[in-house]
């Protein structure tokens, strides 16, 4: 029995077979319990032909296990090309929606203010005179008292015209430290047209504690416009007035769309008014019962829909209400 | 207020430009909306191309009858001949010529020289309109005599000027006068204050001048003063130019300088007929109830006891602060005139004005609180220019006021601002910004406010606030330093954002609607007093009629797929002044129950809660497909609410929520599986699934775990008024695997008590 041979033979044997089924033949022919091989195994004598035919039984049973898988392989990528589809072809898909732009930007700013340690705060929205004007330092006189410009239920109750009432309802409450955000609806009387409606969105902001000081009004709202509008804007802010806050301010955010060159959007200034900010008023502290020599704080009170028309810039903020499915699935 | 800068400069010296003005303005005082442009260009040499020139013959030109021929003397050693349109001067006027060359605005080209009608025009006589300076065009300008000609006409006139366009916040009425402007301007750009110096005119002949106040709180002063012989006439050019560029009209010189004095120091002054005053004096008084007063405007006003009136002492000459009566109005032949110059309460007059829509100059002045100390400047001034720009003597003058408000004093902290402001600003700096301003600071920082800033400055943090605004620019930015950290959304906020995600998820997309609505189906719904429109006249309880709006506005729009939520706040009557807010989830999806029912158990199945729905009744609901819950009600939309099929819910989030458990509980179901059977019973038609799943999981207690029904079958097979109800069962216990023989027992008690209560048979 000549070892060599019959091991040439092998090799050449699964070198040529095809097939799955081809290969397990030439494994029974070559390896099986009646091959010449296991027969010549079964009759050796001597130690060294014995050596000398494992070897070669060895060697042949690893070419064949890699012509074998080798072969699987081949029959495996046959089939899958058979099982192409055509990837770009549109499919039914799950059903989805979308939150409300209003919604996607009131939780921005709500992620933004619990990142830097602040609570959500849920207003109301029908309020007392109190809240709305007394408590917030509104002289007599003021036009927001007026029904002119505010809806009332009746003497006493207004809906409110900002979010601040809740700067109130919280500070009655609670003792400084004070960190909140509050968000929601507010009321106006003003007739619905591209930029006004009698109802909209405004985010509240407020921070009281020992040494809180303008420059933390300002950091603070910097580090959210650029959150808003990207991490490229500038800020800058500028004397105003309000009742409840001394000194009060007005915050620019540096145009997104001409980075202050001037364009329709900034109006050709370069900068784009956001809203108004401040100090918290003493006469705001006093009505809570806080030590103004003790504590400082500062709040701000912003509308959403405006920074939602100006971010992604359409004409009309009645959009907003009109609820039509091809403006939010825009968002 | 609009402020013509070389006007700002009579009263300020600046260097800086206009742009530079309004940027400091912007940052630190008021808003300046723009720099509006007007008059002649100044670029290139365009301005040498405008000169004073004399006329030295005029004739009517030879072709035409209606264009004179002239000569000028433009200071160029030879006359030159212009072509011009207006009669309106002769030989020996003073006027403005533009030269060839000259651009002028509203001109595409500049001007050349060109032939009319046969005769050579070497120039243009120019009107008042041609070069910004006016509307008028009636005729050309005439100069005061006496200028050489061949002058540059920008040293006679502003033929270019740049004007600011202020916005001022309510609290600074001082900003709407020139002066107050030119004390900001001095203090943020270095300027130097110029004071006005005015000599008031001598009272020629006293006479007496009768002023009463009947309501000293709504008029706590009156300053009347007579002036006699006045001419009423045009205004000169001068001021003309000046009123233009601020945006007021030219009327004539005596209304004229009661508006230029009012632009300068911001107290509004009003000058009568006084001819047509019955006595030639005032009285102020409350209106009578139902008192007439015809106004300038040719309005007949009905007022009350809550107007201010303006009398002669028998009937009403002007609404105080407002306006004047059209009776006393200064016409061409008024000779004598009481020269107005008061002060008014500001409530009163909003609320008068309001009342009456009706706002001016004046009143917008008024009702932010005018300094009652600036009428007599006001009436200084007033009084010198109708002397010597309409001839008049000044022949009387009261002044009548029960005191006026001392000056406040407050005290200062320095360094109470830096800890406000977060900024060290030098106590001198601070000092300074103060006295610039008009405050008087004395060594212990008590600082002494100036009248104009009465109203506005009271407190310590008044005077933080002056430092702060001028050092605006120059505060950083930091971040609060705490010593205590708890942000955080509540339980009912996370919740909140989880319902809305679920049913994003889901397919539905996020609406807003109007929480004010026409009408409401709780009768005690809160209604406002005064309603925009009956759209928006009640605070809603539910939020389904905005979302069957937004449905229909999709439909409308021939949108597809449409399925929309909102998780909003209803309003409910508390028998208190306030409603109870609550927040609510409302769904509308085009299609029927079982999408409604998809989208409620989305919601509770992520809320940890299982959803256990119970036939109702609801008006606005498909009477056979309407369910309860513990929170709300879902199911199919009435038909008549919205054509098509719809299915509607609404959850009160209060109510869905509170049973939500604190923690959820491992339960182990994976050491020993399940074994898992079926059944199929028959009962009569009208039983409910979950009356059968009650009871099996009652009589399968505690081996059985879960009973859910796959599959209901009606037909031949199981008779008419049955249905075959399909369950899977599971039986689990936690300490054991359940042989076939276990749940062979529990099937038993399950069947028998179905039996029981339904008469339910076995199937199959
Ligand atoms: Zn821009």
């Known amino acids: ?331 | 207020m609009r402020a013509p800068l070389s006007w700002l400069r009579e009263y300020v010296r600046v260097d800086a430009t206009a742009h530079e003005i309004a940027r400091r303005l912007n940052v630190s005082t008021l808003e300046v909306d723009r720099v509006i442009d007007i008059g002649v260009a100044d670029v290139g040499d365009n301005l040498s191309y405008l000169r004073v020139g004399k006329v030295v013959e005029a004739a009517k030109h030879p072709n035409a009858d209606k264009l004179q021929l002239c000569q000028l003397d433009v200071g160029e050693g030879e006359l030159r001949q212009i072509v011009c349109g207006a009669w309106n001067f002769g030989v020996g006027a003073t006027v403005a010529v533009g030269l060839p060359g000259v651009l002028l605005p509203g001109f595409p080209a500049p001007l050349d020289e060109r032939p009319l009608r046969g005769e050579l025009s070497r120039g243009m006589i120019l009107a008042e309109d041609e070069i910004g300076l006016g509307s008028d065009h009636d005729g050309i300008m005439l100069l005061p005599g006496g200028i050489e000609p061949g002058s540059p006409l920008s040293d006679v006139l502003p033929v270019c000027e740049q004007v600011l366009d202020c916005t001022t916040t309510m609290n600074r009425v001082d900003l709407l006068s020139m002066v107050g402007l030119a004390r900001e301007v001095a203090t943020l750009c270095n300027g130097q204050l110029l004071p006005i110096d005015v000599e008031d005119p001598a009272i020629v002949r006293p006479g007496q001048v009768d002023v009463s106040i009947d309501d000293p709180e709504g008029c706590p002063r009156y300053i009347a003063r007579v002036l006699e012989g006045v001419s009423v006439g045009p205004s000169p050019m001068w001021l003309r130019a000046r009123l233009h560029a601020a945006g007021m009209r030219s009327i004539s010189n005596v209304v004229d300088i009661t508006n230029y004095v009012m632009h300068v120091y911001g107290s509004p002054l009003h000058a009568f007929d006084r001819t047509k005053l019955d006595g030639g004096g005032i009285l102020v008084r409350r209106a009578a109830d139902g008192e007439e007063l015809t106004t300038l405007d040719g309005t007949v006003r009905k007022l009350d006891e809550r107007d201010l009136l303006i009398t002669d002492g028998t009937k009403a000459v002007a609404l105080g602060a407002i306006m004047g009566g059209l009776d006393s109005e200064i016409s061409d032949t008024t000779t004598e005139i009481l020269l107005e110059a008061a002060n008014f309460e500001p409530i009163g007059i909003l609320q008068t004005s309001e009342r009456l829509g009706l706002r001016t100059e004046g009143s917008n002045r008024w009702e932010k609180g005018v300094d009652p100390h600036m009428a007599e400047p006001a009436a200084v001034l007033a009084s010198r220019l109708l002397v010597d720009l309409a001839g008049a003597e000044l022949t009387g003058a009261a002044d009548v006021h029960s005191g006026l408000p001392e000056r406040a004093v407050v005290r200062l902290r320095p360094e109470r601002t830096n800890r406000i402001v977060g900024l060290d600003v030098d106590s001198e700096e601070q000092r300074s910004i103060l006295e610039r301003l008009g405050f008087e600071v004395n060594g212990d920082w008590d600082v002494t406010v100036p009248t104009w800033r009465a109203r506005d400055v009271t407190r310590e943090i008044d005077l933080v606030e002056e430092v702060a605004r001028v050092v605006l620019d120059r505060v950083p930015h930091t971040m609060p330093l705490r010593r205590l950290v708890a942000g955080h959304l509540t339980r009912e906020q996370r919740h909140r954002r989880l319902v809305e995600d679920v049913l994003v998820g889901s397919g539905f997309s996020e609406a807003y609607t109007w929480s004010l609505v026409a009408a409401d189906p709780d009768r005690n719904a809160l209604r406002l007093a005064d309603p925009m429109s009956g759209d928006q006249a009640i605070l809603r309880t539910t939020l389904l009629d905005g979302l069957i709006a937004a449905a229909r506005e999709n439909v409308d729009a021939g949108n597809d797929g449409i399925a929309l939520f909102e998780l909003a706040r209803v309003y409910l009557p508390s028998g208190e002044a306030l409603p109870e807010e609550r927040w609510r989830v409302g769904g509308i999806v085009a299609g029927g129950f079982s999408e409604a029912r998809s989208a409620v158990e989305a919601i509770y199945d992520a809320l940890h809660l299982e959803l256990r729905p119970a036939r109702t009744t609801v008006p606005h609901l498909h009477p056979g497909k309407a369910a309860a819950t513990t929170a709300g009600w879902l199911g199919g939309l009435h038909p008549a609410l919205l054509d098509g099929s719809w299915a509607v819910f609404e959850l009160d989030l209060l109510e869905l929520t509170a049973p939500i458990p604190e923690r959820v509980l491992y339960d182990d179901v994976i050491t020993f599986p399940p074994l898992r059977q079926d059944i199929a019973v028959v009962v009569a038609e009208e039983v409910e699934a979950a009356a059968l799943v009650d009871t099996i999981l009652e009589a399968g207690a505690p081996e059985l775990r879960a009973a859910n029904v796959f599959d209901v079958y009606h037909g031949d097979q199981v008779g008419a008024g049955r249905k075959s109800v399909a369950i899977h069962l599971s039986f689990q216990v936690p300490d054991r695997t359940l042989s076939d023989a276990d749940a062979a027992v529990v099937r038993d008690r399950v069947i028998a008590l179905l039996a029981e209560r339904f008469d339910a048979e076995l199937r199959g």
């Open chain 1, 1 to 331: 029995m000549d070892a060599d041979a019959l091991e040439r033979e092998g090799l050449a044997a699964a070198a040529a077979a095809s097939s799955a089924n081809a290969i397990e033949v030439v494994r029974v022919e070559y390896l099986g319990r009646k091959s010449a091989l296991k027969q010549a195994l079964r009759e050796v004598r001597d130690r060294e032909t014995g050596m000398a035919l494992n070897a070669a039984r060895e060697r042949l049973e690893g070419a064949i296990d890699a012509r074998e898988s080798e072969l699987a392989r081949a029959e495996l990528d046959a089939r899958l090309t058979t099982e192409s589809v055509d990837v770009t072809l549109p499919v039914g898909g799950f059903s989805r929606g979308k939150l409300h732009l209003i919604t996607q930007i009131r939780r921005e700013v709500e992620d933004v203010f619990l990142g830097l340690g602040y609570s959500v705060v849920d207003g109301r929205e029908v309020e007392t005179i109190h809240y709305n004007f007394d408590a917030l330092n509104f002289p007599a006189g003021h036009p927001a008292r007026s029904p002119l410009a505010t809806l009332f239920v009746d003497e006493t109750t207004v809906l409110r015209t900002e979010t601040s009432p809740s700067q109130v309802r919280t500070m009655e409450v609670q003792e400084p430290p004070v960190y909140i955000v509050s968000l929601g609806r507010t009321y106006r009387r003003d007739t619905p047209d591209a930029t006004h409606s009698p109802i909209f969105h405004q985010v509240e902001g407020l921070a009281v504690d020992e040494g809180i000081t303008l420059a933390d009004l300002t950091g603070t709202l910097d580090f959210l416009l650029r959150k808003l509008f990207g991490e490229k804007r500038r800020t800058e802010f500028r004397t105003h007035y309000f009742p409840f806050t001394e000194p009060s301010i007005e915050a620019y955010v540096s145009c997104h769309v001409c980075d202050g060159d001037g364009c329709p959007v900034c109006r050709h200034s370069g900068w784009i008014e956001v809203g108004g900010a401040g100090m918290v008023d003493p006469a705001v502290f006093a009505a809570v019962g806080y030590d103004p020599e003790r504590y400082s704080g500062f709040a701000f009170g912003w509308g959403l829909e405006r920074i939602a028309m100006l971010r992604h810039e359409f004409p009309d903020l009645r959009e907003l209400w009109r609820n039509d499915l091809r403006f939010s699935r825009q968002f």
